[in-house]
């Protein structure tokens, strides 16, 4: 009898252990973030605005408290720039097609805004592991071997903007709640992506004038905002995504 009860009590212990294990794969662990941020920056600077002396002109209190910077023209962000060091949220911007360096100046960095640059990913830089939402508009994103290198991401928006070579590893996005892709540049084989383990995920959207794309993400249909336009979609396709 003893022996009954006690089994009959490691049963239900095991069940309780496997349902909690089901919930966590099916509900988003993954630290809440603004679904509405923007860029704004507090502080911008160009390399006419800019010299030692401009930043010598700001207090220490006053570099501290800057969370949000825009650069505009550089391609090398200066040394000097790292005495800012709570810099959340960075925009590089005017159209210049050219690579961007010096963003493991700011260790606290997490949203990122690219204007027509060239994005070297090679070398798996630190920034990436701490991002959370990146925006790009005309820019070009190469080397990334994997989204593993982007850990805490949340948000990615491209406009006429894409990766060199697409990582094959999409679903490892675990904490990605919005991906949006218009215009893309660059392939992408949808058909390989599969979205059924990505539990935070609440809106996606593969779009492209071109025949650049190709197939439909497996479990698309599980997202509650979904959207696939490509030039490669039948007909029928066309009118259900």
């Known amino acids: 009898m003893k022996f009954n009860l006690l089994s009959i009590l490691l049963i239900l212990v095991f069940s309780i252990y496997n349902q909690n294990i089901i919930a966590q794969k099916d509900s988003c662990v993954c630290k809440e973030f603004n679904n ?18 401009s930043l010598s002109k700001l ?27 709570n810099i ?20 606290n960095l997490k949203n990122i805004k690219f204007l027509g ?25 190469n080397g990334l071997k994997s989204f593993n290198q982007l850990p805490n991401l949340k948000e990615l928006k491209f406009a006429f903007s894409g990766f060199d070579k697409f990582p094959s590893d999409f679903e490892n996005l675990q904490c990605l709640k ?31 004038w071109r025949k650049n794309l190709t197939g439909i993400p497996m479990n698309i249909d599980r997202i509650k905002n ?4 490509h030039g490669n979609l039948t007909e029928k396709d066309r009118k259900k995504y």
């Open 36 to 53: 509405d941020f923007k860029f704004i920056a507090e502080r911008s600077f160009s390399p006419k605005t800019y010299n030692k002396d």
């Open 59 to 85: 207090s220490n209190e006053e570099i501290l408290n800057t969370k949000s910077i825009e650069f505009a023209i550089f391609d090398t962000i200066p040394e000097a720039f790292s005495a800012f060091k």
């Open 88 to 107: 959340e949220t960075i925009t590089l911007k005017r159209i210049d097609w050219n690579e961007v360096t010096g963003l493991d100046l700011f260790p």
């Open 117 to 141: 640059k060239i994005v070297n990913l090679e070398n798996n830089p630190k920034w990436l592991k701490n991002i959370e939402i990146i925006h790009a508009e005309k820019s070009q994103f």
């Open 178 to 208: 919005h991906f949006e892709t218009g215009a893309h540049q660059g392939k992408i084989d949808l058909s390989k992506i599969n979205l059924k383990n990505m539990p935070c995920l609440q809106y996606v959207k593969f779009h492209s």
């Open 226 to 229: 979904h959207s696939v336009h």
